[in-house]
């Protein structure tokens, strides 16, 4: 799914899908891709981020806004290879016979996926397309909230969703998030959605996080908790220097999983 004749100017049309489906670019990648000088993205983010399309950062630009998220269709089709190694690598953490939370998310619903090797799963999930995936297993016991459901990625939301999710225990939660900030800070982008997660960090026992790498890049407004409550971060890459050395410090473990070629 591309975004296409934005602004009329080819170039500007192609630096503003490259940052919607990356979430945050260098500069030097931008020039690189576009084939052009690196004072010319910088006089193109700067033009652009003025007509609010993008958002300009030290030495690249993100996505124009921290309070809204990039089109569900779109990041379903994102780094899609990165998100499944993700997947694959939960489902193999995750034992049989637990209790498990599981949010909304593109990556959530790969490992709904990757969730079929294991057996005996009680699984509330707030994700009609999550639920949709898992439901067909026969050992697993599927469970969704009452609320209201979001139009474009069949979330759940709403204060009888909080409060069904309050009436259980799960052993873990697996989410995925807007994004990450270096201080360990977890965001995401809706005010209503965040309420639901935090409900499930607040009751489970251990929190998966699933982030791929675009996440230590991204900007999302509403802060849902932070790294140090999660027993592991399952990603594609390599966190930045300093949430690297946060995560260590707090002793969550960090697992790299690499895409399949």
Do not use: W
């Not at 949709?132 to 050992?139: E, F, G, M, P, R």
């Not at 909230?145 to 052993?171: K, Q």
């Not at 309420?195 to 230590?216: F, G, Q």
């Amino acid at each position: 799914m591309e975004l296409t004749e934005l602004t009329g100017n080819p170039r500007h049309d192609h630096l503003i899908t490259l940052i919607a489906e990356h979430g945050y670019m260098n500069i030097e990648d931008l020039a690189q891709i576009l084939d052009v000088s690196t004072q010319t993205v910088r006089r193109d983010i700067r033009k652009l981020s003025e007509l609010g399309l993008i958002s300009r950062h030290h030495g690249g630009a993100g996505r124009p806004s921290s309070v809204t998220n990039t089109a569900f269709e779109q990041r379903e089709i994102s780094y899609t290879n990165e998100k499944i190694a993700i997947a694959r690598s939960i489902a193999e953490y995750i034992p049989d016979g637990c209790t498990l939370f599981m949010t909304i998310g593109t990556t959530v619903e790969h490992v709904a996926r990757a969730l079929e090797v294991r057996k005996n799963l009680r699984v509330i999930t707030n994700s009609l397309r999550a639920a949709h995936i898992l439901y067909k297993h026969t050992s697993f016991e599927v469970m969704v909230p009452g609320g209201t459901i979001r139009p474009h990625n069949g979330g759940i939301i709403g204060p009888s969703a909080v409060s069904f999710v309050e009436g259980f225990r799960a052993d873990y939660l697996i989410t995925s998030m807007g994004a990450i900030e270096n201080d360990g800070s977890i965001l995401e982008f809706d005010v209503n959605e965040a309420a639901i997660v935090k409900a499930m960090i607040a009751h489970s026992r251990h929190m998966l996080l699933a982030a791929d790498h675009t996440k230590y890049h991204a900007s999302a407004a509403v802060e849902i908790g932070n790294v140090n409550q999660a027993t592991a971060l399952f990603t594609d890459e390599m966190p930045p220097v300093q949430l690297a050395s946060y995560l260590k410090q707090q002793q969550v473990e960090i697992h790299i999983s690499t895409p399949e070629k």
